[in-house]
């Protein structure tokens, strides 16, 4: 919608982008609204808020569940932290953190601690579809020239077959 231009070629322009770049370029993009005149300031103020909160908190948590690698260990689930950095006092003190990758980190997940990622992840989704319909709505519409594509997936039928 913020590049304002027919949806396949959006499509391929953000083909591929990870979750930073995207927030990245959406900022960009919005400051160019801000800066025309075409949107007010406080949506690029509340996209700035969004987006940290995306890359800062919630990214890190859903890399770990989706890509996470896990295991099932005396029958608690643990996924190995391979992003950041840890404390190594105890290893080399001249060397205060050393990467994860480096020196992996199990965490223990229970079921509690899984829902609460999960309900962050669709919160933050949420919160980002309320402001792209906020956007779409204070846009003049004439001089949109995005459209949302139709949904063209064809549906098995589903009456049942008599053989």
């Given at each position: 919608m913020l590049?304002?231009?027919?949806?396949?070629?959006?499509?391929?322009?953000?083909?591929?982008?990870?979750?930073?770049n995207r927030i990245d370029a959406?900022?960009?993009?919005?400051?160019?609204?801000?800066?025309?005149?075409?949107?007010?300031?406080?949506y690029l103020e509340e996209f700035q808020r969004l987006g940290n909160r995306i890359t800062n908190e919630t990214?890190?948590?859903?890399?770990?569940?989706?890509?996470?690698?896990?295991?099932?260990?005396?029958?608690?689930?643990?996924?190995?932290?391979?992003?950041?950095?840890?404390?190594?006092?105890e290893l080399r003190p001249e060397l205060r953190?050393?990467?994860?990758?480096?020196?992996?980190?199990?965490?223990?997940?229970?079921?509690?601690?899984?829902?609460?990622?999960v309900r962050g992840i669709v919160s933050d989704a949420r919160a980002v579809h309320a402001f792209c319909e906020r956007i779409h709505r204070v846009r003049p519409q004439e001089e949109l020239k995005y459209a949302p594509p139709k949904y063209?997936?064809?549906?098995?039928?589903?009456r049942s077959r008599a053989h």
């Amino acid at each position: 919608m913020l590049l304002n231009t027919d949806i396949g070629f959006s499509r391929i322009m953000t083909n591929r982008m990870i979750a930073r770049n995207r927030i990245d370029a959406a900022f960009s993009l919005i400051e160019w609204y801000v800066y025309h005149g075409r949107i007010k300031a406080s949506y690029l103020e509340e996209f700035q808020r969004l987006g940290n909160r995306i890359t800062n908190e919630t990214q890190s948590k859903r890399d770990m569940v989706a890509h996470g690698l896990w295991a099932l260990k005396a029958g608690n689930w643990w996924v190995l932290r391979l992003r950041g950095q840890r404390a190594t006092p105890e290893l080399r003190p001249e060397l205060r953190k050393l990467s994860r990758a480096m020196l992996p980190q199990r965490e223990l997940i229970t079921r509690k601690k899984l829902d609460q990622i999960v309900r962050g992840i669709v919160s933050d989704a949420r919160a980002v579809h309320a402001f792209c319909e906020r956007i779409h709505r204070v846009r003049p519409q004439e001089e949109l020239k995005y459209a949302p594509p139709k949904y063209a997936r064809r549906r098995r039928n589903r009456r049942s077959r008599a053989h």
